[in-house]
């Protein structure tokens, strides 16, 4: 199966996690509108334990695997890079099944902890994708340290199909039951769809012998022992999985500091059940746009990791330079766009209960602390700098469980106080990843001169996205407009919003020909002439 370019393989990974976030986004209000936004509250804090669950068990591997399968195949020996794929799918499964069957006998004393007492079944009932997904993982691992980019993208789309699909099918059937069934019923098809994933993913894997490892290709007169490499996935797989429990962890520590400080400034259950619903809106929308970090760190961890074996120390700084650029231009101006047009998308998505768009507005801009934090801390990964980076992000979440714990308890601040946590953590971690960093590469990254561009761009993407949507509503709704006419603006406003910042990039000198044309070239094809002719 060919390999894909890095551009290109970004660009499958980013529109495979937009139709994920699509779906995500139209599956949320489906689910509020069966479950309440009290369900969706305990739904929200149930997913914050699976999913730290699941990272410390699961999400740390596949990066972990990636990059041993890439710097075996990169030195030659295509044949332990299969053989360290196939001990970590057998390590990964021991891990996950165990982890399953704890969770689930430990559910009931977790939502306890968790000031979650209504999320014991959904617990139980999550409990087995971490099984499911550990397998999933090692397939995705594999595939990503070969960098054949396009079987991941595909089967991240069926995964969250069947899970929508499921999901919501079972949380309408058990909700005549209870709320704590509806709820449960919400989970379900979390574990369906990784199954259904896996099964297309052994399909591409058997089919036309894809992996049979050809004449010649073994190059490399070493083999490396099972011990070995058990050894190094371990190694590997160790320090970045902590990295992922302590990001995720974050969200564990905001499901119950909110809850148990909304408490102690005097907010009742009903209400702390709402509140913590509207800052799971606010992250489930906040979210979306990282799918593109996502795709810029898929590819560019075994790139680096590569690069890193070969000691082509211009290549290392070149792929560093082009993540954060590719950061910056997403990041910034999604969190314009959002912030913005806060209070449309929310009437649009949750039209009943739209109080959190409040939130928005003002924890917009955390995905771009979030976005570089992600990059810096695959980077460092990818140069081998695995332990000093669960340092950097623990000193951030010490931060912001002491700013959660200290603001959340007042009445006036009250659910703000997790935005501004977050806001003040993921900058502690940044200032220290940056040191870090540039002490390894010996290169001061620029980050303001990466910055400036793209804010300038999204500023005037900002005034132009404003006025489209406010008069749009205007004009077609009037004083009062309905569901469909905030959809009809939002869209306008995104469409012209994406045309002027693209334009906006392209004046400044950020976007050029290479990259468009390495990316894709029809699409570089389509450009207008008098946009190409202002192009480097």
């Known amino acids: 199966m060919k390999k894909q370019s890095t551009t290109r393989g970004m660009a499958i990974l980013s529109i495979a996690g937009i139709v994920v976030k699509l779906l995500s986004l139209l599956y949320v209000p489906l689910l509020i509108s069966i479950i309440d936004t009290n369900g969706f509250g305990v739904y929200t804090n149930t997913y914050a334990v699976f999913t730290w669950v699941y990272a410390m068990t699961n999400i740390g591997m596949q990066p972990a695997i990636a990059k041993l399968v890439a710097e075996l ?24 099944t165990v982890a399953t069957i704890l969770l689930m006998v430990f559910a009931k004393p977790i939502s306890v902890a968790t000031k979650n007492p209504r999320a014991v079944l959904s617990l139980i009932t999550l409990a087995p994708t971490i099984a499911v997904t550990s397998v999933l993982v090692a397939y995705r691992g594999y595939f990503q340290g070969k960098n054949i980019i396009a079987p991941i993208g595909v089967s991240q789309v069926i995964e969250q199909f069947a899970n929508v699909i499921i999901s919501l099918t079972f949380a309408y059937a058990l909700m005549k039951v209870s709320l704590e069934a509806g709820v449960a019923g919400g989970t379900i098809g979390t574990s369906a769809g990784a199954f259904i994933s896996i099964i297309y993913m052994i399909y591409i894997y058997n089919s036309k012998k894809l992996f049979k490892i050809p004449k010649g290709a073994q190059t490399a007169e070493r083999r490396y022992s099972s011990k070995y490499l058990v050894k190094k996935v371990i190694k590997y797989g160790m320090p970045i999985t902590l ?19 909304l408490s102690f400034a005097g907010f009742s259950a009903d209400n702390i059940d709402k509140l913590a619903g509207y800052l799971g809106q606010y992250q489930n929308l906040a979210y979306v746009p990282l799918v593109f970090i996502v795709a810029i760190t898929t590819i560019v961890l075994p790139d680096i990791s590569r690069a890193v074996i070969n000691k082509n120390k211009e290549t290392i700084k070149e792929k560093i330079g082009f993540a954060f650029k590719l950061g910056f231009i997403i990041t910034i101006p999604s969190a314009v766009g959002l912030a913005v047009l806060s209070e449309s998308i929310y009437k649009l998505l949750y039209f009943r209960d ?17 976005g570089v934090v992600q990059l810096q801390t695959t980077i460092l990964q990818s140069l081998n700098k695995f332990y000093i980076v669960i340092y950097t992000l623990l000193a951030g979440l010490a931060v912001k469980i002491l700013l959660n714990y200290a603001l959340i308890a007042n009445p006036d601040i009250n659910i703000y106080g997790a935005i501004i946590g977050g806001y003040v953590g993921y900058l502690i971690t940044f200032l220290l990843n940056s040191i870090i960093l540039r002490k390894t590469i010996r290169k001061k990254i620029r980050y303001f001169s990466l910055f400036i561009g793209p804010a300038i761009a999204s500023s005037l993407m900002g005034l132009v996205v404003f006025f489209v949507n406010k008069y749009t509503l205007l004009i077609l709704g009037g004083t009062s407009p309905s569901r469909m006419i905030y959809g009809i603006a939002t869209f306008l406003s995104i469409l012209m919003g994406v045309l002027v910042y693209g334009y906006g990039l392209i004046l400044i000198g950020i976007i050029t020909k290479a990259e468009v044309q390495n990316m894709s070239p029809r699409l570089y094809n389509k450009i207008p002439n008098f946009v190409k002719s202002r192009m480097r």
């Open 73 to 96: 195949d990169e030195s030659g020996n295509p044949r332990d890079a299969l053989k360290a794929f196939k001990i970590s799918r057998t390590l990964l499964f021991i891990v996950g």
């Open 243 to 261: 990295s992922a429990g302590l990001q995720n962890f974050g969200t564990v520590i905001d499901a119950t500091n909110v809850r148990t400080r």
């Open 354 to 370: 739209t109080y959190g768009f409040r939130l928005m507005i003002y924890g917009s801009f955390i995905m771009v602390l979030m």
